[in-house]
């Protein structure tokens, strides 16, 4: 099980937003992509086969799937949410998403491994994932106000995290995201939200420096 981190952001009282999370609205945002680029690579887009989506969502489960992306300390605030692993026509991807234990809707943590083909450099991977936030950005999960581009060390190389601030549905929020490879070497994408009322920097620094693949 992951290390837990301390400096945690206590929540602000009051009623639980209802209504779908911005990290959430991500999620299936990011699922639309994968279908995307299964039609753009093959052309056509029948069905689903029977078994193109496999859903887990107990903690051990969704941990486990978690450890065979990456290592990474997710703080005690946080909990295991679901997992997604899918494949098709010979495009795989899996996800896990982590949520904020008080209000799952104020805070989401996902890790997305892509299976399929690209270029052994830093540049393409970062450039295959700057396209499927692009898409993101049209559409309109957040309205970014303010960009900053930082950079840590994952594993002794040099990677780019962006940190946004911005409004989802009338709400003031953060996000970070950023690429790497997982430990199957693969491209991995991180994507944290947190509702401006959570937002918690030092935390969200150290989940990052936490990162690794060995």
Not at 6 to 35: H, N, Q, V
Not at 39 to 63: L, R, S, W, Y
Not at 139 to 153: A, L, Q
């Amino acid at each position: 099980m992951n290390h837990q981190l301390t400096g945690e952001s206590e929540m602000s009282d009051g009623e639980p937003r209802s209504g779908m999370s911005t990290g959430t609205k991500i999620l299936i945002a990011l699922l639309a992509i994968l279908g995307i680029s299964c039609i753009a690579c093959c052309g056509a887009f029948f069905f689903f086969a029977k078994n193109a989506f496999q859903i887990v969502q107990t903690p051990a489960e969704v941990t486990k799937m978690q450890e065979e992306i990456v290592s990474i300390e997710i703080p005690d605030t946080y909990q295991p949410g679901q997992g997604v692993k899918t494949k098709m026509f010979g495009v795989g991807m899996n996800m896990v998403m982590y949520q904020r234990v008080e209000n799952p809707s104020s805070g989401t943590v996902i890790l997305m491994e892509m299976k399929m083909p690209f270029e052994d450099s830093d540049d393409e991977l970062e450039k295959s994932f700057e396209q499927q936030m692009d898409t993101q950005g049209k559409n309109k999960n957040i309205d970014v106000e303010e960009s900053e581009k930082r950079t840590f060390m994952i594993d002794g190389v040099e990677r780019e995290f962006t940190f946004n601030k911005g409004t989802s549905d009338g709400k003031n929020v953060r996000q970070v995201t950023g690429a790497f490879k997982s430990r199957k070497g693969e491209a991995t994408m991180f994507v944290l939200v947190e509702d401006e009322e959570v937002w918690d920097e030092e935390q969200a620094v150290k989940i990052i420096e936490s990162i690794s693949t060995k």
